[in-house]
């Protein structure tokens, strides 16, 4: 339960808002992001993101494909999960991936369920917003959890 309560407070931390602006250069995101399996986690989350908001704007239903590759992210974020969880090196991005992929089926569901056009519209507005963060997360920089220190993420 400790990754789901972790995994909710950064979701919610992250809807805070941009963080303000910074004199400091950007920081390169983490070796994590240039793996093959996670750099695959980023690009569909991206796209499924981008089908997730045309399916708002037109109103279009959730494709069989679109449902498939929602189904398909979760089962890559627990293997991401399980994968950074067995190398000790970042506890609170295993939570967040862990917590992501048991996240997206529920949005999913919620989606399908949906009975009016207001519960449409917020179902998909969750569900780009969590596919938004799993593009995010692995993007970011390391945080004082990873052990890394910032700038130093390679």
């Known amino acids: 339960m400790p990754c789901a309560a972790l995994a909710a407070s950064t979701l919610l931390w992250m809807?805070?808002?941009?963080?303000?602006?910074?004199?400091?250069?950007?920081?390169?995101?983490?070796?994590?992001?240039?793996?093959?399996?996670?750099?695959?986690?980023?690009?569909?989350?991206?796209?499924?993101?981008?089908?997730?908001?045309?399916?708002?704007?037109?109103?279009?239903?959730?494709?069989?494909a679109f449902k498939t590759g929602v189904a398909d992210l979760a089962a890559l974020d627990m293997k991401g999960q399980q994968i950074v969880r067995d190398r000790g090196n970042d506890g609170d991005l295993a939570c967040i991936?862990?917590?992501?992929?048991?996240?997206?089926?529920?949005?999913?569901?919620?989606?399908?369920?949906?009975?009016?056009?207001?519960a449409r519209d917020s179902a998909l507005r969750e569900l780009i917003y969590l596919l938004n963060d799993n593009v995010e997360v692995l993007v970011a920089p390391p945080g004082p959890a990873s052990g890394i220190p910032a700038g130093d993420a390679t």
């Not at 919620?110 to 207001?118: N, R």
């Open 15 to 64: 809807a805070a808002g941009p963080a303000p602006a910074q004199a400091e250069p950007p920081t390169p995101p983490p070796a994590v992001a240039l793996e093959p399996l996670f750099a695959e986690i980023v690009s569909r989350a991206g796209a499924l993101k981008a089908e997730a908001e045309a399916m708002r704007q037109t109103g279009a239903p959730a494709t069989e």
């Open 97 to 118: 991936l862990r917590g992501i992929a048991e996240d997206l089926p529920v949005k999913l569901a919620a989606l399908q369920l949906a009975s009016d056009a207001g």
